[in-house]
């Protein structure tokens, strides 16, 4: 007896012709795609419609279209916008600069160098990234009022000079260990120091690591809002988180056109250095920690 062939469960089989499989996928990535995309085209779309409309439809294009809204929250109260994404962009690079030295200083001695306790102080800090920050919150802010720091960018920039975020640390490391050591011993024989090693050999080989380090300090650091709002009191030195948050009122008054108009040119920094440093990293994700 001849075996018969199984018949599928759910009435015909599934197609194999490679081309609807293609159109599938692309089908199911484009709707994910726009589940994703659909909240801030939305914000974009209610950041030209007036705020009496803001919440009218669930229409991307706006039906009334209007541009006030970007001049009405450009100024906000006796400030405007401009002073504020002046403070985050000097808050945000001086926090680039400081992680991706400090950070990458560190990283270098923990893949290169030979000292005592190097594997313990290197759990130690990978340790840290299991405490919550919220539980250093009120320690951070005693030490800083002692050396009365308070209402200064000092409590947001300095620690990033102190290689304090260990995720780019250990990123880094994954990445030097995978450099051959051989790079390292013709450095030396050329007369080549630690100093001389890291600055000629491993930081121009460690640029992806290096760019995607800035491209994640860039994104946090703007989107932060908690720091600033512990120690930036004055108006002045406001960030641009802390400028959204100047457009909601708890008595129901808030300004939501403006709102969304000021939320749609925040995102524009952001954009334009992911654009930037897009393969950066993507190298750096995609080469870190492999042998």
């Not at 923990?110 to 250093?136: E, Q």
């Not at 009120?138 to 920039?157: D, K």
């Not at 990123?171 to 024989?189: G, H, K, N, S, Y």
């Not at 009191?233 to 959204?244: D, F, Y």
Request: aromatic share 12%; with cysteine; proline share 6%.
């Amino acid at each position: 007896m001849t075996a018969l062939a199984p018949r599928p469960l759910f009435g015909r089989r599934r197609s194999r012709n490679p081309l609807v499989i293609a159109l599938a996928r692309h089908a199911l990535l484009l709707a994910i795609l726009v589940v994703i995309l659909y909240p801030l085209l939305w914000m974009v779309g209610a950041s030209f419609r007036p705020s009496n409309e803001a919440f009218g439809t669930l229409s991307v294009w706006p039906t009334h279209f209007t541009t006030e809204n970007y001049t009405e929250g450009w100024s906000l109260g006796n400030l405007n916008f401009s002073r504020f994404f002046l403070n985050s962009l000097v808050i945000t690079l001086l926090c680039v600069v400081g992680n991706v030295v400090a950070c990458s200083m560190a990283a270098y001695a923990f893949a290169r160098l030979s000292f005592p306790l190097k594997r313990t102080m290197f759990a130690l800090m990978l340790g840290t990234m299991l405490l919550p920050y919220h539980v250093t919150l009120v320690p951070q802010y005693v030490l800083f009022n002692e050396l009365a720091w308070i209402n200064t960018i000092l409590p947001l920039v300095v620690p990033k000079f102190l290689a304090t975020d260990a995720f780019f640390i250990f990123l880094m490391v994954q990445f030097i260990r995978t450099l051959p050591q051989e790079l390292d011993d013709a450095a030396r024989l050329d007369g080549c120091g630690h100093v001389g090693i890291f600055r000629r050999v491993v930081l121009p080989l460690a640029i992806p690591a290096l760019g995607t380090t800035a491209l994640f300090t860039f994104i946090n650091t703007w989107n932060d809002f908690l720091g600033p709002l512990l120690y930036l009191v004055r108006p002045e030195t406001w960030t641009v988180a802390q400028g959204l948050n100047g457009f909601l009122d708890a008595t129901g008054e808030s300004a939501y056109g403006p709102l969304f108009a000021m939320a749609t040119l925040s995102l524009a920094p952001i954009v334009g250095f992911f654009l930037a440093a897009q393969r950066l990293l993507i190298e750096g994700i995609a080469t870190s920690g492999l042998k």
